[in-house]
């Protein structure tokens, strides 16, 4: 009877400590919209393959009922979140006006009205919303995570020099490692 007591605590507790770190987690998905998939106004190479990847991300949050948060750029035309992540009632979104998606948008309160420690990013621009909303998290004292290939960016240009998308990803995620774990999403629903 014991050892059936203490094999149930057991199971409850570790139970409790996962549901725990996942209450404590949230997932923020950066300004994964219309505008940077074909035919927008400023498009991204591969956006598609990073926002299926978001998808399955968003997926397994809402699975688990992790807290989901949605960042939108106003911008348009196109403005809207794509299809792939689409909002659903209850998900927290948040407008902005800025790269950083935590200067005057209210997300940080938010975070922590809902004390979270941990935040799981994804989302479009690699170089530009998500590297500035992932140093602001870190800045603000979460524990951040990128999920790197649910992340899109674009060719840049300075003066007579081409850096490829792959390229301008793979170095700010370089650089983001100071900052944040940075995984693959097969890695991370492990």
Do not use: W
Request: net charge negative; aromatic share 8%.
């Amino acid at each position: 009877m014991k050892f059936l007591t203490l094999s149930i605590l057991m199971i409850l507790s570790g139970t409790f400590l996962t549901a725990q770190q996942l209450d404590s987690t949230a997932l923020i998905i950066i300004d994964i919209q219309d505008f940077y998939f074909s035919g927008g106004a400023s498009e991204l190479v591969e956006p598609e393959k990073a926002a299926d990847q978001a998808a399955v991300l968003l997926d397994h949050f809402r699975k688990k009922n992790g807290l989901v948060i949605h960042i939108k750029h106003l911008f348009e035309p196109g403005g809207d979140i794509n299809k792939r992540v689409k909002p659903v009632d209850g998900e927290k979104i948040f407008s902005k006006k800025e790269v950083n998606a935590f200067l005057n948008t209210g997300l940080n309160d938010y975070l922590k009205a809902n004390h979270i420690k941990n935040v799981v990013l994804c989302g479009m621009q690699t170089h530009m919303c998500l590297e500035a909303g992932t140093r602001a998290a870190h800045d603000y004292g979460y524990a951040c995570t990128v999920i790197e290939d649910a992340c899109a960016t674009r060719d840049l240009t300075f003066e007579d020099v081409t850096v490829e998308a792959k390229d301008v990803h793979f170095s700010t995620l370089t650089t983001l490692r100071n900052y944040a774990k940075i995984i693959k999403l097969e890695d991370y629903l492990k």
